[in-house]
């Protein structure tokens, strides 16, 4: 693979391929990903990266789709566009030739976000049908910008099997993939995964190790993360440099 420069985003993240022999790679992408436009967008579609993560999509107490304090989506309509007109177009030339892009996930949760706890109380209190505001703004969102093909579950506390399960479910239904991204506590993971492919064999589709700060001590275990029916397995690594020999970093995961 060539060497690519990671971009400055708030959060960069480096995603290896840890399983098959294969040019995959990705990025989280923040923030600057609209305040920079359009050159972050160039720059991605160039980098040789073959698949972003929009980081983040925040959850709030009353379902509500937020990133950055702007809202997304709200009482089942994506409202993006009053603050971010050029959003819909920006993500929809990730994927348009000439390109190396070929997935976009959204990621929900990290450090400190309570993004799940609130998908546990608005499951437990409306389900995840289609009354559900979780349903109506996912499904605004997905309808918005159809680009996106998964959700990135950076779950990192109230580990709930059962609501999380039920959330990614309807979000399969709704045209999201999964993909899972843990850094610890393997148990709720592989039972996460589990219950998941018990409903929806398709769901989930990767698994992505967080090889960094808390799961720093998965850089020589990722292959200890087994899930079953999931074949793509990666690595994870955070780096802030934009000098970065990918050919060298990826050889240490591709074994």
Same mark, same amino acid.
């Given at each position: ?5 990671? +971009?400055? !985003? ?5 995603? *290896?391929?840890?399983?098959? /022999?294969?040019?995959?790679? &990705?990025?989280?992408?923040?923030? @600057? ?39 997304? *989506? ?19 030339? $990730? ?38 505001? $979780? ?39 709704? &045209?999201?993939?999964?993909? $899972? ?11 996460? *995964? ?28 990722? &292959?200890?993360?087994?899930?079953? &029916?999931?074949?793509?397995? @990666?690595?994870? +690594? +955070? ?12 050889? /240490? !995961?591709?074994?």
């Amino acid at each position: 693979m060539k060497k690519t420069v990671i +971009l400055a !985003f708030a959060l960069v993240m480096l995603v *290896c391929d840890a399983v098959a /022999q294969r040019e995959v790679s &990705g990025v989280y992408v923040g923030g @600057h990903i609209r305040r920079e436009r359009p050159n972050t967008i160039t720059k991605l579609r160039q980098s040789g990266f073959t698949y972003v993560i929009l980081f983040n999509v925040h959850v709030d107490p009353d379902g509500t789709l937020k990133t950055d304090g702007e809202t997304i *989506c709200k009482d089942g309509k994506y409202v993006f566009q009053q603050t971010q007109p050029y959003y819909q177009q920006d993500v929809a030339n $990730l994927k348009t030739p000439p390109t190396s892009i070929t997935r976009i996930d959204i990621c929900i949760g990290g450090w400190g976000n309570d993004s799940y706890t609130n998908i546990k109380n608005l499951v437990s209190s409306q389900g995840t049908g289609p009354s559900s505001i $979780l349903y109506k703004n996912f499904k605004a969102l997905k309808e918005a910008v159809p680009e996106i093909d998964a959700v990135n579950n950076d779950i990192e506390q109230d580990y709930d099997v059962n609501s999380a399960a039920k959330f990614h479910i309807m979000m399969y239904d709704l &045209g999201y993939k999964t993909t $899972l991204a843990p850094y610890t506590y393997m148990s709720y993971w592989t039972q996460l *995964c589990s219950k998941i492919r018990a409903s929806r064999p398709n769901a989930v589709d990767r698994a992505m190790i967080q090889c960094y700060d808390g799961g720093a001590g998965n850089v020589n275990s990722v &292959g200890s993360w087994n899930f079953t &029916g999931v074949s793509e397995r @990666h690595a994870g +690594l +955070l780096y802030y440099s934009n000098d970065w020999n990918l050919d060298k970093n990826m050889a /240490q !995961f591709q074994k």
